[in-house]
């Protein structure tokens, strides 16, 4: 392939920038104490790098929301970091550093992190970067640290790897930059299953899927696709390398993974049951669900916690908070593969003890509500409810809010929170706030982010006008149901709809993690 590249990495054209909640510190201290494994202290400060951190989104957003934390992203593409530097100057980020380079030559002061992640890179780049890769993770992630790891899986990819090797050849017969190149390849690659290849007749889901690659973002495309190096791993390879570079899994995201009875149907538990090898079971889960994404989360010389005391005794500083209170049991919750049905006891009760503002887990297991249960059943039950989206997982507790009271007059006390509204605002993603109670972020859609904007330069009255003027200057359309709204009467009704929805549900949220505070 003709663009510029780095040992076959796309860089001719920058990346999309995205939020990734798995990669927060909480996520993976909390993966590790549920695998009754000890993670880094943090509450006097920690070391967390982000190797091919893209244009930085998740890196800055977490150093906004960690700011006890020091944060540093590499990042071979100058385009990528230039963006990085701007965003954590206009932020006000002291806690954070960006330094490009290839993972070849990092600086030698580069070490002793608590946390190492990388996201969209493993199954990318060549042979002798995930050599590099697993030699940082070696050197450079510090005793008891924690790394995650994501890439694409065996066996959910199978049928699929055909498409890529011929999208990227037929990109390469085409002129233009990367991302011109990724649009004529999908678009041959239509034509082909609408033509009726004999491989997309045999293959009914990788025809299905020509039309998911069809809606995505060409620039997405371009690094996902057309490096010159693209693998999807099986889970038993991936750990074995990790393995020889001294680290070991300790778990995965999404939380509810590591429970293999919410991932695998009951017919096949029986294996589960008897087999106590994790990476055995990890393997075989795969194929029960037909994985093709894979979060893992690896340990630098692990501590081991052999009882729920000594999860206590290790880390008690992460709260547990039910965010929807007033939910009515029974719940059914699908994640992919298995229906799971929640239903009273333990369940109800921790449901209506975690709504507010969020427990400790000490505290949760200490409640006299609970005395008929054992601390083991306690600690599960959290767990496997934060698995089921029942429970969210905060690292402080969530601020107490007068519901009743209407809030007029906001602010946005976050430099950074209001440099990325601004900036992601009619970006077509969703934007992403940074909340130091939650150790992460809560993400918020288009109009809700135009909404915000409003309320937060003009207080709320008269607020869908308001929201309407600020559309009709960025010249955006409001659409129902596909299609966009000309009636200007339709089209203030929906936005008033939007704005009490707003007001009701999103508003609360925001002043509960402390992203929003109300003044006056
Ligand atoms: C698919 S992007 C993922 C970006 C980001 N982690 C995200 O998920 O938004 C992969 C990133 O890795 C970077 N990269 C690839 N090979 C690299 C190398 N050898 N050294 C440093 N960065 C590299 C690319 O420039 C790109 O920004």
Redesign the pocket.
Same mark, same amino acid.
């Given at each position: 392939m003709s663009p510029p590249n =780095?040992?076959g990495?796309v860089?001719d054209v920058a990346?999309v920038p995205?939020f990734?909640p798995h990669l927060a510190p909480k996520a993976l201290r909390h993966v590790a104490l549920l695998n009754r494994i000890q993670p880094p202290a943090v509450a006097d400060g920690f070391k967390y790098l982000e190797l091919?951190?893209?244009?930085g989104r998740?890196l800055t957003t977490l150093a906004a929301a960690n700011p006890r934390g020091s944060f540093v992203g590499?990042?071979?593409?100058p385009q990528?970091t230039a963006q990085i530097a701007r965003d954590i100057e206009v932020g006000g980020l002291s806690n954070a550093r960006i330094v490009t =380079?290839?993972?070849s030559q990092l600086p030698d002061d580069l070490r002793d992190f608590d946390f190492i992640t990388l996201?969209? +890179?493993w199954s990318? +780049?060549a042979p002798d970067?995930r050599a590099d890769i697993l030699r940082i993770a070696s050197e450079r992630l510090a005793p008891g640290g924690l790394l995650l790891l994501s890439y694409n899986a065996m066996p959910g990819w199978a049928h699929l790897q055909p498409i890529r090797g011929i999208l990227r050849q037929y990109a390469a017969l085409r002129q233009g930059d990367s991302v011109q190149r990724a649009r004529d390849a999908v678009n041959y690659l239509a034509y082909m299953r609408d033509q009726k290849a004999k491989y997309f007749v045999d293959n009914p889901n990788a025809a299905a899927y020509v039309d998911t690659i069809r809606g995505q973002d060409p620039r997405y495309l371009a690094?996902e696709y057309l490096n010159e190096h693209w693998t999807s791993f099986y889970f038993a390879d991936v750990a074995g390398q990790f393995a020889e570079a001294g680290l070991s899994f300790v778990g995965s995201l999404p939380v509810h993974t590591n429970f293999w009875d919410l991932c695998v149907a009951p017919v096949f538990h029986d294996l589960f049951r008897t087999t106590t090898n994790r990476l055995v079971t990890e393997a075989h889960k795969d194929f029960c669900a037909n994985t093709m994404f894979r979060w893992d989360v690896y340990g630098k010389q692990p501590t081991f916690l052999p009882d729920v005391a000594a999860r206590l005794r290790a880390a008690d500083d992460l709260w547990y908070r039910n965010p929807k209170p007033g939910v009515q049991l029974p719940i059914t919750v699908n994640l992919g593969v298995v229906n799971s049905t929640v239903d009273g006891g333990l369940y109800g009760t921790l449901l209506g003890m975690l709504s507010g503002r969020g427990m400790r887990m000490s505290e949760i297991i200490a409640d006299p509500r609970l005395s008929s249960s054992t601390d083991l059943e306690i600690a599960k039950a959290v767990d496997a409810g934060v698995g089921m989206q029942l429970f969210e997982v905060l690292s402080g507790p969530s601020l107490e809010i007068d519901r009743t009271v209407a809030a007029t007059r906001i602010a946005m006390p976050s430099a950074f929170n209001r440099a990325i509204l601004a900036g992601e605002m009619f970006g077509g993603r969703g934007v992403p706030l940074a909340s130091a109670t939650s150790g992460s972020a809560i993400t918020i859609g288009d109009l809700d982010a135009a909404i915000l904007t409003t309320w937060l330069e003009g207080g709320s009255d008269d607020l869908a006008a308001g929201v309407d003027a600020l559309m009709t200057k960025h010249e955006r359309v409001i659409n129902h149901e596909g299609k966009p709204i000309t009636d200007p009467a339709e089209r203030r009704s929906r936005l008033a709809s939007a704005c009490e929805g707003f007001r009701g549900n999103v508003l609360p949220v925001l002043e509960e993690q402390g992203i929003v505070i109300r003044e006056g």
């Open positions: =780095s040992a990495y860089t990346y995205g990734y091919g951190c893209g244009l998740t590499v990042d071979l593409n990528h =380079s290839d993972f996201h969209g +890179v990318w +780049v970067v690094h």
